[in-house]
């Protein structure tokens, strides 16, 4: 009935991803004795973070939750063609990645394209299905004048044909409202007989009535997180729609002591982080009009005040939905959360719409993320294009393999694939944290032969 995402999406959306490895351990026993179906703890921004901010070996991370869970199955998000990164991959670091998670400890994928195209997500899903993972196809929601329960049901029908073994509606902004979450996971459970999921947020303040609705439609899991990492930009939390979902289905006993120390534990870490907390302490109405999901709202936050430009976030909101609609109305997920939020952000600071123009909006414009779901504005993509033409390809069919030329710009400082990809995927931000981990690697080895009288140890 419940997927937890405290480990992933809750301390991603309210504290910037901060939380460390070492803050889990001590809760993965008990969290695995609440019966959950599964437990999100990797992916989305985990990946980056521990490595350009955290300097931990996201690797280690996987394999530590792995080991400590018994019961429940592991999940990681994936972005499609883009994995962890904010760039399509070449197919060959889509298969090597998918492979090593697996290997590491991913028992189930989620799976989801930001543009909601099909041809981004082939790659990934068959590779997941082949390495033997449960597959699930993530739905990005979005309201627009093309993204209609009609839109939405022939988006699934292409998953479903692809062969995944569950769906999910991937609210990423919270801008579900009950009825539409009611028709929409019914129109699902009627057209295909799979699972369904809902993922929603709670920055409107209304997911857990989606979630209520979802379940009276007769949906199968619904994510929710712990209560400190719950509400606010996060998911509705686990404790009320446990106590909720008992009324509307049987459900497992749960342990209110283990809840209750997991809890307390979860408030210190909350605390230990606070320089990077959201601090949203009642709703957004905004976010119905700006359309902001958790995660990106907390990085416009904390990226206006280290510009000292936080009072230009009002202004940042409004222009949000009108360069979304210029672009086609993707929906605001990475990549293209970031991609809209930046040049929204460029809009409103130079005074000037589009007087500067991100790579990355050129590259959205030329089709080098996918098909847009609706026709882009004709002056800008004039503007921005000329004469050039948008491609009509799948983008990483335009991409050379990637993999053995990582291998030999990396050299000795990846002493696996999972350290090659960890420059493959984050770059130069990738090579400075293997440097630095390669020279303290040297320094113990050092200290080790010194001990042993000068000689390497055998």
């Known amino acids: 009935m419940f997927v937890d995402t405290t480990l992933r999406d809750g301390h991603q959306s309210l504290i910037a991803t901060r939380m460390r490895t070492i803050d889990m351990i001590p809760t993965l026993p008990y969290m695995d004795e609440l019966n959950f179906e599964a437990m999100e703890v990797w992916g989305g921004a985990t990946f980056d973070v521990c490595v350009r901010f955290l300097k931990e070996d996201p690797w280690e991370r996987i394999r530590i939750i792995k080991k400590n869970l018994k019961r429940t199955k592991t999940q990681m998000l994936l972005r499609g063609q883009n994995l962890v990164g904010y760039r399509h991959y070449a197919d060959d670091v889509v298969e090597l990645f998918i492979k090593k998670a697996i290997e590491n400890g991913v028992e189930k994928i989620r799976i989801f394209d930001a543009l909601n195209d099909i041809r981004n ?97 007769g949906v199968d899991y619904v994510d929710t997180a712990l209560s400190p990492f719950a509400l606010g930009t996060s998911q509705p939390p686990f404790e009320s729609l446990y106590y909720s979902a008992k009324e509307y289905r049987k459900l497992e006993d749960i342990d209110w002591e283990k809840v209750e120390y997991l809890v307390e534990h979860f408030k210190k870490v909350r605390e230990k982080y606070k320089e990077y907390d959201v601090s949203m302490l009642s709703i957004d109405y905004r976010v119905l009009v700006s359309q902001v999901p958790g995660g990106m ?162």
């Open 121 to 217: 997500l082939e790659k990934s899903i068959e590779v997941a299905l082949k390495n033997g993972a449960h597959v699930q196809g993530a739905i990005s929601y979005t309201i627009s004048p093309v993204h209609t329960i009609e839109y939405f049901i022939e988006f699934a029908r292409q998953l479903v044909e692809r062969g995944v073994h569950s769906l999910c509606i991937k609210d990423m902004a919270g801008l579900l409202t009950p009825k539409k979450s009611y028709e929409l996971v019914l129109q699902l459970k009627k057209n295909f007989d799979i699972p369904v999921e809902v993922h929603t947020h709670s920055t409107a303040g209304l997911g857990d009535m989606n979630y209520i609705a979802a379940i009276e439609a």
């Open 297 to 458: 709202y907390s990085n416009l936050v904390k990226q206006l005040s280290e510009q000292k430009m936080l009072h230009k976030l009002p202004e940042v909101l409004k222009e949000i939905p009108r360069v979304r609609k210029d672009l086609g109305y993707p929906p605001l997920v990475t990549p293209t959360s970031q991609i809209v939020g930046v040049q929204a952000v460029l809009n409103v600071l130079t005074g000037e719409r589009y007087s500067k123009v991100t790579n990355e909006v050129k590259n959205y414009l030329k089709g080098m993320y996918g098909k847009p779901p609706a026709p882009v504005d004709k002056e800008l993509l004039e503007k921005i294009l000329g004469k050039e033409k948008p491609i009509e390809c799948r983008p990483a069919d335009l991409l050379e393999p990637e993999i053995e030329k990582a291998r030999k710009s990396i050299g000795i400082l990846a002493s696996n694939d999972e350290e090659l990809l960890i420059y493959t995927i984050l770059g130069e931000i990738g090579r400075k944290y293997l440097k630095e981990k390669y020279e303290e690697k040297i320094l113990i080895d050092l200290d080790l032969a010194e001990e042993f009288g000068g000689g390497y140890p055998v």
